[in-house]
């Protein structure tokens, strides 16, 4: 299962093994061959000799020992974390545990006599253990069910579709009509907090709903519904005589709904929605055995929305990656292209040019090289946008009058500049200011005047930047701050970090980077505390 590198004997546990580890202790008949098989394969994985799974003062099961078990100094391991143990043949060997998040099940215990096991093993185990927790769990709960196989069956497939990087809706249907089948309800649902207002919640799979109620719950507050009470209390929460309950949806209550069971569904440990299961039926009871199945179906929706988030922003990672090569390749070949042509025709026929052609390329290769400057310097400026924090006092029109010296370009005019004393980071403050003022100057007609002002008031530094020209139409102003954007109409060698390291440097200051548009002028505003010494 596991893979080692030749000379570290790292293990590298790929996509396809750990889908491997994850059907190997779901197809368990038993929670007891579901616990040896989980710890014979998380050792396999590490390369270890030894593994148990701990419980109290009890070791229930055990990969490793031929004959007598030193339960002993495996709970000793299991309660404090770390220690000793033995392995046949080696001796007391470096060991380790890790919680299985359940207290009836205690600690997954490695032993390895070859090498003491590495952060990243340990951190591999952690999820090892989990996924055994959970499936031991749901062995046990589900054992008196005549439906368990076909449990087993229809998380296996749920597992292997996260595992297999599915899309998230299609994982989240297939929970919710498993959900459906295996509890024998009529109407599942999962909701989610809206990104955009974490007190709404909406819908984002359903099972048995009609379309006339969808319409009527697509969206609603956090805290209504069973659903919404399981997010506020962050736990399983049952309402019986649902048509008679203040706190349920009214739309179900006026459609007769009966019952609802609901847990909330996680990611990265935070609530971030719930998973419920509703009935028509009277008299309907949920038993334990059918609560502890809906707390396995919401864990695998928690698992299935953290795998879809670490898949997006590893995609979202990699066009990044791949935007940022292809412009600034682009950005800085075409100057270094005219210096070395420059240069290659200075070195060539210099001293058959007469000393205005000569001083005319030399011109033309300073220009450029100054070009190169920029870029590289906007490109290390992206890579230290967070070490705001130098705090030093400065005073305001100084700052922003040589701010303005520094920047190539006529056009600048220096408003309205209060005479004020400010304690901050200056460096930080005057790298936002010049890439404002180039945004500017990129961006407005040439000839047209783009002015700073700026203020303080209430312990706060608003520095404004003006300039003429509309916001792009096919672009939200937030969109402006993401790295290389670069409106259609710019007219600057750049690779679109200046925006978006600003608004980083005022993050880092504690303060923000806004842009408004009105009457063909655009301005883009820094706003950041003033620190008190």
């Known amino acids: 299962m596991g893979r080692y590198i030749s000379g570290v004997r790292r293990p590298q546990l790929s996509a396809h093994d750990f889908a491997e580890y994850l059907a190997a202790v779901s197809a368990a008949a038993d929670v007891a061959q579901a616990l040896r098989e989980g710890a014979r394969r998380a050792a396999e994985a590490v390369g270890a000799e030894v593994a148990a799974v701990v419980t109290g003062d009890e070791v229930i099961a055990c990969v490793g020992y031929s004959d007598m078990v030193p339960v002993k100094e495996l709970v000793a391991v299991a309660t404090k974390g770390r220690g000793l143990a033995p392995v046949p043949g080696a001796g007391d060997c470096p060991a380790v545990s890790v919680p299985l998040d359940d207290a009836s099940l205690g ?3 490695i032993v390895r006599s070859w090498a003491p096991l590495a952060l990243e093993e340990v951190a591999l185990l952690h999820g090892m253990g ?3 927790m959970v499936t031991a769990r749901m062995l046990r709960s589900m054992a008196s069910l005549r439906e368990r196989n076909e449990l087993l069956d229809r998380l296996s497939r749920i597992q292997s579709s996260i595992s297999h990087r599915a899309p ?3 994982v989240l249907d297939a929970i919710t009509n498993g959900a459906s089948e295996l509890l024998n309800v009529e109407v599942v649902g999962v ?20 379309p006339e109620l969808i319409d009527k719950i697509r969206q609603g507050p956090v805290g209504e519904g069973a659903g919404g009470r399981a997010i506020a209390e962050d736990r399983l929460v049952i309402i019986d005589g649902y048509a008679e309950d203040g706190q349920g949806l009214a739309a179900f209550r006026q459609d007769g709904l009966q019952t609802a069971m609901a847990v909330p569904v996680h990611e990265q440990g935070e609530v971030v929605g719930s998973m419920t299961v509703a009935s028509y039926e009277r008299g309907r009871r949920y038993s334990e055995v059918e609560q502890s199945a809906l707390l396995a179906l919401g864990e695998h929706a928690s698992l299935a929305l953290a795998d879809a988030r670490t898949v997006q922003a590893m995609r979202d990672a990699q066009q990044t990656k791949d935007l940022f090569l292809a412009m600034v390749s682009h950005e800085l070949k075409t100057p270094l292209t005219v210096i070395m042509a420059s240069l290659r025709t200075l070195e060539k026929r210099g001293q058959h040019l007469d000393e205005d052609r000569r001083l005319e390329m030399l011109q033309i290769a300073y220009r450029r090289g100054r070009e190169l400057e920029r870029l590289i310097d906007g490109l290390l400026q992206g890579a230290r946008a967070e070490m705001a924090t130098k705090v030093e006092q400065v005073f305001l029109p100084d700052l922003v009058a040589e701010t303005v010296a520094a920047v190539e370009g006529d056009r600048v005019r220096i408003g309205a500049i209060a005479p004020a004393d400010l304690w901050t980071d200056a460096s930080a403050v005057q790298v936002v200011l010049a890439n404002l003022l180039d945004n500017a100057l990129a961006h407005s007609p040439a000839g047209s005047p783009v002015t700073v002002d700026a203020g303080d008031d209430d312990d706060t530094l608003t520095l404004t930047v003006t300039n003429e020209g509309v916001l792009p ?3 939200e102003p937030a969109e402006l701050f993401r790295p290389f954007q670069r409106g259609s109409s ?4 750049s690779v679109g970090l200046g925006l978006s390291v600003g608004a980083r440097l005022a993050e880092s200051l504690g303060g923000t980077l806004e842009v408004t548009g009105l009457d063909n002028h655009v301005a883009f505003s820094l706003r950041i505390p003033c620190l008190v010494p």
């Open 107 to 109: 600690a997954l215990v």
């Open 130 to 132: 989990r996924v055994l």
């Open 168 to 170: 998230l809706q299609e």
């Open 191 to 210: 909701r989610l907090i809206s990104p955009d207002d974490p007190g709404i919640l909406l819908l984002a799979s359903a099972h048995g709903i009609r």
């Open 473 to 475: 139409d096919d672009m």
């Open 490 to 493: 710019a007219h600057s060698s």
